[in-house]
């Protein structure tokens, strides 16, 4: 079935927004009088949400006293931080050019929640272009399961068959082949160490977002 959308993963696939994590968490440090970690050591578990950049930020246990105080206090910081730093990835403006050119649709599917996805879309000047935006609030069940990209499908009427699903996380491709997508799976996104996204069972496997143009090249001229 021919092309007729790319939806994306926001965290890692879209955006590049662990600047703004890592601000966040360095800033805390900051404030209790503790050295900077090394960045990377934040940007390694974006994927495991606050949860699990606070405990490899801060070496602590969730199960021990203070960790819930710290878990929110980066959430409640990050409320007024989301969109300062994050970016598009490289090459990522140039590929949603691409998409539109070509007439396409293209929305964001992520397991971030509404409170942040929203103004971040908004700020960047993303949301206007995206046709839709699905978060965990719009779900009953998040991503590994299908449920929010079978909902993308069915707001947007469009045959599962003919979407094309983008992510940084095996989450996503078992979320977009279960709710019977076609998946590419990324690796400039952020891909625990001893993760390999060639293991996932994605139909394409990218470097970069430049080399999905000949991916949604041979999906246009499939029939």
């Not at 910081?77 to 300062?84: E, K, N, P």
């Not at 971030?112 to 978060?135: D, V, Y």
């Not at 590994?144 to 009427?157: G, I, Q, R, S, V």
């Not at 060639?198 to 041979?218: F, K, M, S």
Request: proline share 7%; aromatic share 6%; glycine share 6%.
């Amino acid at each position: 079935m021919r092309l007729r959308a790319v939806l994306f993963d926001m965290d890692g696939t879209l955006l590049d927004s662990a600047p703004d994590f890592i601000a966040i968490c360095q800033a805390m440090r900051a404030d209790r009088g503790l050295p900077p970690v090394d960045d990377k050591l934040i940007r390694d578990h974006v994927s495991g949400g606050a949860r699990a950049m606070i405990v490899n930020s801060f070496d602590i246990d969730p199960m021990s006293e203070g960790f819930e105080a710290l878990r929110l206090e980066f959430l409640e910081r990050y409320q007024d931080h989301c969109a300062v730093l994050t970016r598009p990835f490289d090459g990522m403006e140039a590929l949603l050019e691409d998409i539109e050119r070509a007439k396409l649709i293209w929305g964001v599917v992520t397991n971030k929640p509404l409170r942040f996805a929203e103004p971040i879309m908004q700020r960047l000047g993303l949301a206007e272009r995206s046709s839709i935006l699905i978060c965990p609030d719009h779900v009953t069940r998040s991503k590994p399961d299908p449920e929010p990209m079978t909902l993308a499908c069915t707001t947007l009427k469009l045959d599962p068959a003919s979407v094309l699903f983008v992510g940084d996380d095996l989450r996503d491709i078992e979320s977009g082949r279960a709710a019977g997508t076609k998946t590419a799976a990324v690796t400039y996104g952020y891909i625990h160490p001893d993760d390999n996204p060639r293991h996932w069972g994605a139909d394409v496997v990218v470097d970069h977002p430049l080399e999905l143009r000949a991916v949604l090249d041979q999906a246009l001229c499939s029939c």
